[in-house]
């Protein structure tokens, strides 16, 4: 009996899981772009948007907490994009597994994410060592200046990031 409860409790909780990915009644997916790109070229991009608050999430499609905060975030992007905030995404499943690549471009189509969106072309070592990691997720917020003004390494709570994302907002121009 207690195996059967077991059972039933962890299907309720991959239901309600699956729900809250890809909500039934969500919009069409997009047609959302991914180019890959190397870490060197990646710092220079988030140097090149000096003048607008960057968030860049590094996540992959193996990594659970990854896949339920990306909606979080590109519902933040759609919300402050205007105001002056652009969203990275960085999927740092392998490249050269094209069924990998393949459920990264699904994910991002699903989750309408209409953002800058790459595949890190770097080796697991060289990201790992870089980015201080084990492996995703992990976010950085910079500021208007081009300031790393927070990392979060492993699952973080949207308010958390929200109130970042905030914070560096002040350091936009004002009109």
């Known amino acids: 009996m207690r195996r059967l409860t077991i059972f039933f409790l962890a299907l309720a909780l991959a239901l309600f899981a699956a729900r809250t990915v890809n909500p039934p009644n969500a919009a069409p997916p ?22 607008r608050v960057v968030l860049v999430d590094f996540w992959a499609s193996y990594c659970a907490p990854c896949k339920q905060e990306l909606p979080k975030l590109v519902a933040l992007h759609r919300k402050h994009s205007k105001d002056g905030l652009t969203l990275i995404t960085v999927a740092l499943d392998d490249p050269a597994d094209s069924d990998a690549t393949q ?5 991002l189509q699903m989750q309408r994410a209409d953002c800058l969106n790459y595949q890190l072309t770097d080796s697991p070592e060289t990201w790992t060592q870089k980015l201080k990691i084990n492996g995703p997720p992990c976010i950085f917020v910079f500021d208007a200046q081009g300031r790393l003004q927070d990392v979060y390494r492993g699952a973080v709570g949207a308010e958390e990031i929200e109130a970042s994302v905030a914070q560096a907002m002040q350091t936009l121009p004002k009109p």
């Open 103 to 107: 459920q990264v471009r699904s994910f």
């Open 30 to 51: 997009v047609d959302a772009k991914l180019e890959t790109i190397r870490y060197a070229d990646l710092a220079k991009l988030v140097k090149n948007l000096k003048g």
